[in-house]
């Protein structure tokens, strides 16, 4: 069975500064998804980055870009620039690929809760 | 794209009633949809999936006479909480997800705060 880990419960940075949300996860497949979901405050859960394994490059989105390094099972997120709409609850998530079949579901981290000061 | 909404935002019903929760996909269509119920600064437990048409598949432990779920069209999938109880006092998310490229990331609905009395 699948299994994602998130090490970091809590992380706290300044606004302008970087940081990097630490994921691990543990799975005999070779192909499959990756996600990096933000949960604020308002609890609507939005997607921040996807990552395909079968791509080596890592996937970007403005400030926010991943570290993915499949022989270590790891998916980093790093968020460069925070801004204080940055503080939010992160999570890791795994999904199995389309060939699958249509119950593939999300296996979650437990979160990481980080808060952006001013 | 790919917006889904859940209606109502917040419930509050007497214990021993049913409460029904619909989520839409606004933009797509939605051949699977999951229902998540998550309790506060916790990670979402998946409670169900349905796809269109079929009955859902209930994870472990959920009792499926309990939250009666009915994904009758490509956008709309509903979530019966019956004779609810306090302990059912949660924070319900629907979530959707396409077809083909679609089909490979979950969207998600802003979620229902139900508090039973």
């Known amino acids: 069975a699948q299994t994602v880990t998130q090490s970091q419960p809590e992380m706290s940075v300044q606004e302008a500064e970087t940081v990097t949300l630490s994921c691990t996860y543990d799975?005999?497949?070779?192909?499959?998804?990756l996600f990096w979901y933000k949960q604020p405050p308002s609890r609507q859960m939005i997607l921040v980055i996807r990552?395909?394994?079968?791509k080596q490059q890592n996937a970007t989105e403005n400030r926010f870009s991943v570290n993915f390094q499949k022989a270590a099972k790891s998916f980093s997120l790093k968020i460069s620039d925070s801004q204080l709409g940055d503080t939010a609850m992160y999570f890791c998530?795994?999904?199995?690929?389309?060939?699958?079949?249509?119950?593939?579901?999300?296996?979650w981290g437990l979160g990481t809760s980080l808060a952006v000061n001013p | 794209g790919a917006v889904v909404s859940q209606h109502p935002s917040r419930v509050i019903c007497k214990s021993g009633t049913s409460v029904k929760i619909e989520c839409r996909s606004l933009?797509?269509?939605?051949?699977?949809m999951f229902w998540y119920r998550q309790f506060p600064k916790k990670s979402l437990m998946l409670m169900a999936t349905?796809?269109?048409?079929?009955?859902?598949?209930?994870e472990q432990g959920v009792e499926k006479d309990k939250f009666l779920i009915n994904h009758a069209s490509l956008t709309l999938s509903t979530l019966t909480v019956t004779s609810a109880h306090p302990e059912d006092s949660s924070f319900y998310i629907c979530?959707?997800?396409?077809?083909?490229?679609?089909?490979?990331?979950?969207?998600f609905g802003p979620g229902t705060r139900l508090l039973v009395l």
């Open positions: 979530s959707a997800r396409g077809a083909g490229l679609a089909a490979e990331t979950q969207y």
């Open positions: 933009d797509f269509q939605a051949t699977t």
């Open positions: 349905s796809n269109e048409g079929s009955k859902a598949t209930y």
């Open positions: 799975t005999s497949e070779s192909n499959y998804y």
């Open positions: 990552q395909e394994a079968y």
């Open positions: 998530a795994f999904m199995k690929p389309f060939n699958a079949g249509n119950n593939r579901k999300l296996i």
